[in-house]
């Protein structure tokens, strides 16, 4: 039995002998947050390996750049079809196991793509794999709530939704090794680190859901009655992948469409998920057309204008998600929705700051204002992710993700087509560039807008947690 226990202990993200502390930041260890980030990492890597082997595959099969623009768009209507029911699997059934197959799908979906003999078939392992990507965002965002509390969930929201904006390091390891090995190879070594990503997320310890914020929750406030004996004591060693039988008084699980609903009724996450959407949709459309701008106002070589505008990506999207995690604690607690008021006041600024950017005409000028209003922008991202945590209850936190997901599959999917039809009709990129601009200033107000129910929100699903 000792043995079992001690096992059980050391296993990754075990809580510590001693039980869960309500003033530890980080019970569970890093551990998990690490591996999590390696799944974010791995998922953006495999998912742009295409578009850096791209001339290679249709040098080889001769398929049209309609047909090369139409996996994306695909890709993103089948990611969104399945967000919403993983979110509902998520919230019933063990996180870790979801994510380490879904992981496990991608691997495969990428050999595939590697060996495909023809166009149709790689045309639906890239589908597959999308669609296998947004299974488990949910079941991701659920399980960093479990494992961290409310102190902790800027920094680790923060750095694992920051993998979405890193996809630029799977279009240069495509491009690295295609033009070495040919395109298949890309793919074919891809799939070794996706299928080692599945076994470690499988050896991950499932944390038990709601915990952290009953916890929390009984610490928090003097009033309520003394949690029961044993719950702040770590789990026997056992089956860690089921979910503790509810307490009396829990939340009960409702069906698909019932709670799709209730969680939409939550007015904090549907701003915040709307105002990101925005964003998205913005940033999508501009960056994605970044380079061309680049080459036609500026006379940019492509190379030199593709590495310029990855690199500001990168920098600024590291940048912003350091200094609004920073931010966010600082102000959090003394400023009625301090995070809310970070991540909002940056989208608004950043989007203004990226208007005046697009009229410089100095190439330097342009680089320097657009790496501003990323680095601006960016403050969102982990304080927008870590509010919609804390105002959706433990019991329906994966179909809130999904939520999320959703609206950012759509923004994603549709801001590159709307700068490119407003280019075609009015013969202008820039003029096409600046249409989306506005909107980006309105996502952000849309946030702050959200900072008169974060409060009262927050607050109740912490009630909700004392008296489950």
Request: charged share 10%.
């Amino acid at each position: 039995m000792v043995k079992a226990v001690a096992r059980e202990r050391r296993r990754l993200g075990s809580p510590p002998p001693g039980g869960i502390s309500a003033t530890d930041p980080n019970p569970f260890g890093w551990g998990p947050f690490v591996v999590l980030f390696i799944v974010g990492m791995v998922d953006r890597i495999e998912a742009n390996l295409m578009s850096g082997v791209l001339p290679l595959i249709q040098e080889e099969w001769g398929f049209s750049d309609t047909a090369a623009g139409s996996i994306p768009t695909a890709a993103a209507l089948a990611a969104a079809l399945v967000a919403l029911p993983a979110g509902y699997l998520a919230d019933r059934h063990s996180r870790t196991k979801i994510i380490a197959v879904v992981v496990l799908v991608w691997a495969l979906a990428t050999l595939g793509s590697g060996l495909a003999a023809g166009f149709a078939f790689f045309y639906f392992t890239r589908v597959l794999l999308a669609a296998a990507e947004n299974i488990d965002n949910p079941a991701v965002g659920s399980l960093l709530a479990d494992y961290y509390p409310a102190a902790t969930r800027m920094q680790v929201y923060g750095w694992t939704r920051m993998t979405t904006y890193l996809g630029g390091v799977g279009t240069l390891l495509g491009g690295v090794i295609g033009q070495a090995f040919g395109w298949r190879a890309a793919f074919l070594l891809m799939a070794i680190p996706g299928a080692l990503t599945a076994i470690l997320v499988w050896r991950l310890r499932e944390p038990r859901r709601g915990e952290i914020d009953r916890i929390m929750a009984a610490a928090g406030a003097p009033s309520a009655p003394a949690p029961p004996p044993g719950a702040l004591e770590p789990p026997q060693a056992g089956p860690p992948e089921a979910d503790p039988a509810p307490t009396p008084g829990a939340t009960v699980k409702r069906p698909f469409w019932p709670q799709v609903r209730q969680v939409l009724a939550i007015r904090t996450l549907v701003l915040v998920s709307l105002g990101v959407m925005i964003l998205t949709l913005g940033l999508g459309g501009v960056y994605f057309w970044l380079p061309s701008l680049m080459v036609r106002a500026f006379g940019m070589e492509i190379a030199a204008a593709g590495s310029l505008s990855g690199g500001i990506t990168i920098v600024g999207v590291l940048a912003g998600t350091v200094i609004g995690t920073h931010l966010g604690k600082r102000l959090h607690g003394r400023v009625r929705g301090g995070r809310l008021l970070v991540g909002g006041t940056g989208i608004t600024v950043g989007s203004a700051v990226l208007g005046a950017a697009l009229i410089m005409d100095s190439s330097a000028a342009l680089v320097i204002l657009v790496l501003l209003a990323v680095t601006i922008s960016s403050t969102a991202i982990p304080t927008c992710t870590a509010c919609i945590a804390d105002v959706v209850a433990a019991s329906s936190r994966g179909v809130g993700f999904a939520v999320l997901q959703v609206l950012l599959t759509i923004g994603a999917a549709f801001g590159p087509l709307i700068v490119g039809m407003t280019s075609d009709a009015t013969g202008s990129l820039l003029v096409a560039m600046y249409a989306l601009i506005v909107p980006m200033i309105l996502g952000g107000l849309v946030v702050l807008a959200s900072r008169g129910s974060y409060e009262r929100e927050a607050a109740r699903v912490l009630e909700d947690a004392r008296n489950s």
